[in-house]
């Protein structure tokens, strides 16, 4: 299980957020079969999802979508979370991988490419606010950190890292964000910029100090309080990845089949549907399918 805390720093002159993913992306991971490289993109736009969906969101029931469309060998990515903590995403290729970058890391910029940044907020009623940016570098972090700029006039700093071991696992994920407030002093300012250029990467940090420790070491010298319940919400959220999908959702995709298709899958003893979120499979026999079809289940 993940968990995101919130909270305040420099007397109030910072809002962050922060994130740790590290059982979300391992079972994205798993889920999907990603390479290396594709799990570190995804796990990135996953946490980077869950952290925007705390920072924007106006009521609780709001979800955020982050779609990445690249010319990279990944493909397009597609991240979504809620202030329910629930996250889930997928991606174009997921085998697709690449050879570590210069400096010996997972190249994650080279599997996104050149391409946009799309991001949804999904509202209750039925409304999505609908923005993009170009992307940046692909590296999913600098490009959060270019839309919340450029389309939500939110100067911020984001993190995003993960880091998975030679056999594939994944060792440590997450993320935070450091939305500069009105006003802040320019000392405070000066400071987390030093700070920032230090961090050697936050899955680093995360895994050596935990998420608190990594949040302190982000912003030593400027201290951190997270916010209470008299926020609304209790001070340390669980995240999960969890899917909306379920077995009756797969049977109504299978009526937009005609009903010689249903037919045929049925006399080839049966077909699955698979969800493209999770990678959840429901499997569905020639009754069903029969019955789906018109046809009389017996």
């Known amino acids: 299980?993940?968990?995101?805390?919130?909270?305040?720093?420099?007397?109030?002159?910072?809002?962050?957020?922060?994130?740790?993913?590290?059982?979300?992306?391992?079972?994205?991971?798993?889920?999907?079969?990603?390479?290396?490289?594709?799990?570190?993109?995804?796990?990135?736009?996953?946490?980077?999802?869950?952290?925007?969906?705390?920072?924007?969101?106006?009521?609780?029931?709001?979800?955020?979508?982050?779609?990445?469309?690249?010319?990279?060998?990944?493909?397009?990515?597609?991240?979504?979370a809620g202030v329910d903590g629930r996250v889930r995403g997928y991606v174009g290729r997921p085998e697709a991988d690449l050879p570590p970058n210069e400096r010996g890391k997972l190249d994650v910029g080279g599997l996104i490419g050149k391409g946009e940044l799309r991001v949804m907020r999904s509202l209750p009623n039925g409304e999505i606010y609908d923005s993009s940016v170009p992307l940046v570098s692909g590296e999913v972090a600098e490009d959060l950190a270019h839309y919340l700029l450029k389309s939500e006039q939110i100067p911020s700093a984001v993190l995003l890292g993960v880091r998975v071991a030679p056999e594939g696992e994944v060792e440590a994920a997450g993320g935070l964000v450091v939305q500069v407030m009105p006003g802040a002093p320019e000392e405070a300012v000066d400071r987390l910029e030093e700070n920032l250029r230090a961090v050697p990467g936050f899955s680093g940090l995360l895994k050596e100090r935990g998420l608190l420790g990594a949040v302190g070491?982000?912003?030593?010298?400027?201290?951190?309080?997270?916010?209470?319940?008299e926020s609304g919400l209790p001070p340390e959220l669980p995240l999960a990845f969890r899917c909306r999908c379920d077995r009756e959702k797969a049977r109504q995709a299978l009526r937009f089949f005609p009903p010689e298709e249903l037919r045929k899958m049925a006399e080839e003893g049966g077909t699955e549907v698979v969800c493209r979120w999770c990678g959840e499979v429901y499997r569905f026999g020639p009754e069903e399918l029969r019955s789906l079809g018109g046809e009389p289940a017996g």
């Open 217 to 229: 070491a982000v912003l030593a010298g400027l201290g951190f309080e997270k916010l209470g319940a």
């Open 1 to 80: 299980m993940g968990r995101l805390v919130r909270g305040l720093a420099g007397g109030g002159a910072f809002r962050v957020i922060a994130a740790d993913t590290t059982d979300v992306v391992e079972e994205a991971r798993r889920r999907h079969r990603l390479s290396p490289t594709a799990t570190a993109a995804l796990g990135r736009a996953l946490t980077g999802a869950a952290l925007l969906a705390f920072l924007l969101s106006k009521t609780p029931r709001e979800r955020v979508t982050l779609k990445i469309e690249g010319d990279g060998p990944l493909g397009h990515l597609v991240a979504e």
